[in-house]
């Protein structure tokens, strides 16, 4: 399984449940310049850990890949949480069902005081899957 066999492992549910209910998903590094709340997205990261064991071998299928999966919501601020809480919800029964994932963390709920969002999050840990 290569790295981007990985994220896409991951990221699948995630963008689906986002077009299915017409959220826009950014995948990390493609925000737009500038890009404020005008509506609301959902943005995603994956952070690799230590995959360096004996049993990796060469990198043509890399065997302990781990790491953490970062989920992120973001809305427009002052019109309630129930649209975050919905999206949130949806996203984590998701991910609770997809082999891999363990010890999710959250959804975490806030209002940023310098931004114009109303922000939700949740973190997991993942092992991928060959």
Do not use: W
């Not at 999966?69 to 973001?74: D, G, Q, R």
């Not at 996203?91 to 069902?97: D, G, H, K, V």
């Amino acid at each position: 399984m290569t790295l981007q066999d990985t994220r896409r492992h991951f990221e699948t549910p995630v963008v689906n449940t986002c077009a299915a209910l017409g959220i826009p998903y950014r995948p990390a590094n493609t925000l737009e310049p500038n890009g404020d709340a005008y509506s609301e997205f959902v943005e995603a990261r994956l952070q690799f850990g230590a995959m360096t064991e004996d049993v990796v071998g060469d990198c043509t299928d890399l065997e302990n890949i781990r790491g953490s999966f970062i989920i992120e919501y973001f809305g427009p601020k002052g019109r309630g949480p129930a649209r975050a809480q919905e999206v949130m919800e949806l996203i984590f029964c998701e991910m609770l069902s997809l082999k891999g994932t363990s010890n999710i963390s959250g959804p975490n709920f806030t209002e940023l005081d310098d931004r114009p969002y109303y922000f939700a999050s949740m973190s997991m840990s993942i092992k991928a899957v060959n």
